[in-house]
């Protein structure tokens, strides 16, 4: 007597299931109406889920009681899943799917959260808005935002968190209103509407959301690393190491804040400064100083810092002068001076050593990503160098445990680069701010021109698994303030302009001639705004000063009639640049003479070198955009912007 296979019943079904692969099981489902039943049984799904997970195929970090979820969202979640991964494998993101918004506000901050929000931070000089999106509602064509509402200031910094509140964001305003708002999305009377949990005034630059924990690297507008209890709203002041904050690696702001082993962390240029957290009435004490390599961008190798689990290491992935490094700090009290790390992926050209930047990890901290500009020199068969290939985004996988990799070993293999390029939509060259989740395939870019792009690397029903955590918006708490959801007027300070208020001449040498608001005609005002990759900018990001920029005054070349230095001030620093020498001095107070005489203890280097790639990236992008014909190096000087980087040379 022979048995059919329908007549096995669906236990042993589902056993048979597990050894087919994904194709086969979708293929016995066409058989007859038993199998399509089998092939759909929600344990079935959990079964091949849970063996994914064991197999290290990566999960959203979201996804914690998925057997809520109904059979037709797991499996949908697996095969979604096993696609991205054979797509990593065979090296090809290129996106199956993409919707594109254009927003009438500069994007300048953007965050998924849990495969089914996207908020984005827009502003111009006139406004300033927090907006977010249902993706599934994108994914089945509607464009609208699920919420918005208008800010005082631009959002230049951001973090955000799930926590038991729901969704939490600590957006950094400024300059013109330098404040932490703390925001979280909130569904109201059947709407969703954006709340304000709390404001901080004076504090900015997001660095850390960490609880009720928010770091912040200005206060002020001076550059004073700082961490907040927004609950409390209360203010821990951060102590200096022991040579004080007044040196060349500490007067910008960090590149990082984090948390480990209840420990705070800030991570520098060249060095990691580890605090005790405060308690309810304490404060915060510093423990020791741990050198690290040359360190340009860094992020942390975790979901988030509240997750990493005490004992374990904190592994940072940083972009150095070497390449893409990974940086293992086992513990800070064991008396170790540095930390240990190896070379993930070395420069590829050690001629052009900043070919990376806006360097990104994912949520669960096993892929990372950045922007890839003129990583190797090409050139055709006469000699004569090719045109520039435009900014595309580099992805690789970070080692796992399992390899052998994540240990003190000197350094490591490179690891494979998957290269994507986004074909000109959004213009990747213009200042974007991008995130990814590395678990669904999914990739956001925005842009200074509010282009906005929704990149899907699967395209297998993505609406499906935009419900794999819980309504983060549904609350039972009461409902905060509301933000408003009319247009703020930003009250942006006024540049200051030319105005000769005393002129000496003493023994040959010009004093400062100094502005005033009220008069117009310096010529070189207007590189001043903070506008992208001006000089404000550059003060910005890379050489790590934030802040509103105002120039104070200028020294005529006594042979010529020339500027020769420009002298502005950031909060209550000052600075100088030297037309001749192409140095930037830094200054506690105002500096008097002709600074002829000049202490190395006052000359700035760039904290954050591959911002004048991304700089680079931009006016090369301009350029071709207005059809001047010409390369980048064509129109713009290499004297205009020195390069004063001598951990290069």
């Known amino acids: 007597m022979s048995l059919s296979l329908t007549s096995l019943g669906e236990y042993l079904l589902c056993l048979v299931c597990l050894e087919l692969s994904l194709a086969d099981i979708m293929s016995l489902r066409q058989v007859c109406r038993v199998l399509s039943r089998t092939t759909k049984a929600k344990v079935l799904w959990i079964y091949i889920l849970e063996r994914q997970a064991l197999e290290e195929t990566i999960m959203p970090p979201y996804l914690n009681d998925y057997e809520r979820l109904n059979s037709s969202t797991i499996e949908a979640l697996v095969r979604r899943v096993s696609r991205l991964a054979h ?9 199956v799917r993409s919707w594109k918004l254009h927003l009438p506000l500069a994007i300048t901050w953007l965050r998924l959260v849990a495969g089914r929000w996207l908020f984005v931070a827009s502003s111009d000089s006139s406004s300033s808005k927090i907006s977010c999106w249902d993706l599934s509602l994108i994914f089945q064509g509607c464009m609208e935002p699920l919420a918005e509402a208008y800010l005082p200031g631009q959002v230049k910094t951001g973090k955000l968190e799930v926590q038991k509140l729901g969704i939490v964001l600590a957006l950094g305003l400024g300059p013109e209103a330098q404040a932490v708002h703390i925001l979280t999305l909130r569904k109201c009377h059947g709407c969703h509407v954006f709340a304000e949990l709390c404001c901080i005034q004076g504090s900015s630059h997001v660095l850390m959301l960490s609880g009720d924990v928010v770091a912040c690297a200005l206060r002020h ?3 004073v690393p700082h961490i907040i209890n927004w609950m409390a709203q209360r203010v821990y002041d951060i102590p200096p190491p022991p040579d004080d904050l007044n040196i060349p690696c500490r007067r910008s ?5 984090t948390t480990w082993n209840g420990a705070l962390i800030i991570v520098r240029r060249n060095t990691l400064e580890f605090y005790t957290l405060p308690s309810a009435n304490d404060s915060i004490g510093f423990l020791k100083l741990v050198q690290i390599s040359t360190t340009w961008e860094a992020a ?32 800070p009290l064991t008396g170790l001076d540095s930390a240990g790390g190896f070379c993930l992926d070395p420069t590829p050209n050690p001629e052009h050593r900043t070919p990376w930047y806006r360097l990104s ?25 090719k045109p520039r290939k435009p900014p595309h985004f580099t992805f690789s996988t970070v080692p796992s445990q399992s390899c052998g990799l994540l240990t003190n070993s000197p350094r490591a293999s490179k690891v494979p680069r998957i290269v994507w390029d986004t074909d000109g939509e959004p213009a990747l060259w213009a ?114 000063f934030p802040g509103r920029v105002l120039p104070q005054a200028f020294q005529r070349d006594p042979l010529s009639d020339g500027c020769q230095t420009m002298l502005f001030r950031v909060g209550s620093r000052y600075f100088a640049f030297r037309h001749d020498e192409y140095q930037l001095l830094s200054f506690t107070g105002t500096p008097s003479g002709y600074l002829d005489v000049v202490d190395d203890g006052q000359v700035e280097t760039y904290s954050r070198p591959t911002a004048m790639t991304e700089r680079d990236a931009f006016l090369d992008g301009k350029v071709k955009q207005e059809g001047w014909g010409e390369t980048i190096e064509d129109t713009f000087d290499d004297e205009d912007y020195p390069d004063p980087r001598p951990d290069l040379v």
Request: aromatic content about 10%; proline content about 9%.
């Open 221 to 223: 507008g001076d550059s």
């Open 431 to 544: 200042i974007p701010t991008i995130d990814f989740d590395e678990a669904l395939g999914l990739t956001v870019v925005g842009n200074i021109f509010g282009e906005l792009a929704i990149y899907d690397h699967v395209g297998q029903h993505p609406e499906r698994c935009t419900d794999l955590s819980i309504d983060l918006t549904d609350q039972k708490t009461a409902v905060p303030p509301l933000l408003p959801t009319t247009p703020l007027k930003l009250d942006l300070p006024v540049a200051p302009t030319l105005k000769i208020v005393a002129t000496q001449t003493q023994a040959g040498e010009t004093t400062w001639i100094f502005m005033n608001y009220d008069h117009p005609g310096y010529y070189e005002l207007s590189k001043w705004y903070g506008e992208p990759c001006d000089e404000a900018w550059i003060l910005e990001h890379a050489y790590g």
């Open 300 to 331: 942390v190798l975790c979901a988030s810092p509240s997750v990493s689990s005490m004992g374990s290491p904190l592994r940072l992935i940083t972009i150095s002068p070497a390449g893409v490094e990974i940086c293992i700090i086992e513990d």
């Open 361 to 385: 990890v994912g949520q669960a901290g096993r892929r990372f990503l950045r922007i890839s500009f003129n990583e190797v020199s090409e050139f055709d068969s006469d000699g004569f160098p």
């Open 87 to 95: 797509k990593w494998e065979t090296q090809d993101l290129s996106p």
């Open 253 to 257: 702001v960090p590149h990082l804040i």
